[in-house]
Nanobody
Framework: QVQLAESGGGLVQAGGSLRVSCTASGRSFSSHSMAWFRQAPGKDREFVAAVHWSGGSIYYADSVKGRFTISRDNAKNTVYLQMNSLKPEDTAVYYC?????????????????WGQGTQVTVSS
């Protein structure tokens, strides 16, 4: 079992930056590929970014490429999402997820463990 807890959400103006974190407890964090998803009101949960368990491979959704950076610190059991140049359309609840896989995947149903989410609101 892996338990995930997000933190760091909040309210920021358009063009600003925010970093959200996800801390894991339980077994084998360093063996899990990690991802961030987000869900805006009335919309499906969508993939944002993912990082391989080794940290050696990363993938981003086109909508955030060049603005967001995912990283992980296996010594701290934590994965981060640094969000720069935020836009109002980035407003959503951000969820971290873990998958015991040796590849990066973007499909929501591939991830076994989920956090409770943290709200990110970008004002115009």
């Amino acid at each position: 079992q892996v338990q995930l807890a997000e933190s760091g959400g909040g309210l920021v103006q358009a063009g600003g930056s925010l970093r959200v974190s996800c801390t894991a407890s339980g077994r084998s964090f360093s063996s899990h590929s990690m991802a961030w998803f987000r869900q805006a009101p009335g919309k499906d949960r969508e993939f944002v970014a993912a990082v391989h368990w080794s940290g050696g491979s990363i993938y981003y959704a086109d909508s955030v490429k060049g603005r967001f950076t995912i990283s992980r610190d296996n010594a701290k059991n934590t994965v981060y999402l640094q969000m720069n140049s935020l836009k109002p359309e980035d407003t959503a609840v951000y969820y971290c997820a873990a998958a015991y896989l040796n590849i990066i995947v973007t499909q929501r149903n591939a991830y076994t463990y989920w956090g409770q989410g943290t709200q990110v609101t970008v004002s115009s």
